[in-house]
């Protein structure tokens, strides 16, 4: 008997440490793949920002950052300036919350560079687990929408715009995010091309529960494509000042400051490449040789989304309240029509997408000229929504 109990704890020593030394060289195999990654990404810097919250900004070259790693940007011809001036709604830059939100103002990367947020290994892991269940995928349990659509009737699109009041809506837990966009698509289901500007609450890719501005791509719905920002290369920057993954400091408060941001991807009908615009600067493009189907757009909208774990509590969207005239709003709206044209749309041109009025709804508010133009206000507490 006692030979037997021996006999059993020898063996499952043995199994066990097999197992565990098998493990430690899995582990060792994925953290080199990691740094090989993480060296591919942050190239080496002519200068380093370190911003007061512990964010490090690198100034890589602008003719050796990431994106040019792209296989099919092996000959790109980087665009510095694109060949259209960029179309505001309002003269006045004032009420924009630049200056309150872009730490590098004063201490811009130098001549020949541009900011790129460096990626840490935490980074990269939490990342990793997200790509598999975007937030931008159709239909994905645990994910809710309120958006405006304009149409496909009155495709093609070759851009969309619009000044959106930025808040820092409540977010749970890193499983969670929240989000506000303008984007473009293209494409069938699964070959759907889609690139999406905005901020959101993600602590699962910052590790924090700030707003930051982000931007994304993908070539096939999210599936093999579909990273965030710089994460993987795609983005030329061109911008010096403003970076991908910026932290949004101030942001709106109910019943007292609001603070929003000018947002708009819009194409370089020359070069056909897609311009990244914040708050009336040009940030940088996709490249048009990236997407398999998007010469132009045949989807574009404004709205929000937000994402949890299936069966659990939704986040807050927007300022957390229901439309009511002081929530979460984008003004100013406009798409670029079939010749180009920047134009707002007309009521009977845009249709709602909302899945669960009683956690996130939309109020469209139509043309109400002026200092807004086009309306509409979005979002809602979350709760319990259901998938
Ligand atoms: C931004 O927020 C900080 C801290 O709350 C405040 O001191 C500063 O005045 C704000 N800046 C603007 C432009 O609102
Ligand atoms: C491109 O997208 C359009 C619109 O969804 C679709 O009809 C077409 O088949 C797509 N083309 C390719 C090559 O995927
Ligand atoms: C993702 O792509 C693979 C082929 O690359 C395909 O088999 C799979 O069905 C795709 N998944 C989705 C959700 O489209
Ligand atoms: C909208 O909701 C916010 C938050 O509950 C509240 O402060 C504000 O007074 C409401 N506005 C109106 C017009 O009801």
Redesign the pocket.
């Known amino acids: 008997m006692m030979i037997h109990v021996l006999f059993f704890v020898l063996h499952f020593l043995s199994t066990h440490l097999c197992l565990k030394v098998e493990g430690t060289q899995t582990i060792l195999k994925k953290d080199l793949e990691l740094e090989r990654q993480l060296r591919l990404i942050n190239k080496p810097p002519l200068k380093s920002i370190y911003t007061k919250f512990g964010d490090i900004i690198d100034c890589i070259d602008i003719y050796k950052q990431p994106s040019l790693d792209h296989p099919l940007l092996k000959d790109h011809k980087l665009q510095r300036k694109p060949n259209f001036h960029n179309v505001i709604g309002e003269s006045s830059e004032k009420n924009l ?1 630049i ?2 939100m872009f730490e590098l103002s004063k201490d811009e990367c130098p001549k020949g560079t541009v900011p790129i947020f460096r990626t840490t290994k935490d980074d990269l892991i939490r990342e990793q687990s997200m790509l598999n269940d975007h937030i931008l995928i159709k239909d994905l349990p645990g994910v809710h929408l309120a958006e405006i659509s304009l149409r496909p009737s009155y495709a093609p699109f070759y851009g969309v715009a619009g000044i959106n009041s930025i808040y820092n809506p409540r977010v749970d837990s890193k499983f969670q995010i929240s989000m506000t966009h303008v984007w473009v698509e293209k494409g069938t289901v699964e070959s759907n091309n889609k690139i999406s500007l905005g901020w959101h609450v993600a602590p699962g890719i910052y590790g924090d529960y700030d707003s930051h501005f982000y931007t994304s791509w993908t070539t096939d719905n999210y599936n093999k494509t579909g990273c965030y920002n710089i994460r993987c290369p795609g983005f030329v920057q061109t911008s010096k000042k403003i970076y991908l993954g910026q932290r949004i ?2 942001t709106s408060i109910c019943g007292g ?1 609001t ?1 929003d941001s000018f947002l708009a991807i819009s194409q370089d009908t020359k070069s056909k490449n897609w311009w990244i615009i914040i708050n009336n600067k040009f940030i940088g493009y996709f490249p048009a040789k990236l997407f398999s189907n998007m010469s132009t757009a045949d989807h574009v909208g404004w709205g929000g989304r937000t994402k949890t774990r299936p069966s659990t509590d939704s986040p807050q969207m927007g300022s957390g309240h229901l439309p009511n005239d002081t929530a979460c709003y984008f003004r100013q709206m406009w798409f670029k029509d079939p010749s180009a044209v920047a134009r707002g749309p007309k009521s009977n041109q845009v249709y709602p997408l909302v899945d669960k009025p009683t956690c996130y709804d939309i109020k469209n508010y139509g043309d109400k000229g002026g200092h807004n133009g086009y309306y509409f206000e979005f979002g809602g507490p979350g709760g319990s929504c259901g998938d």
Do not use: C, P
């Open positions: 919350g200056k309150s400091t101030n400051q603070i």
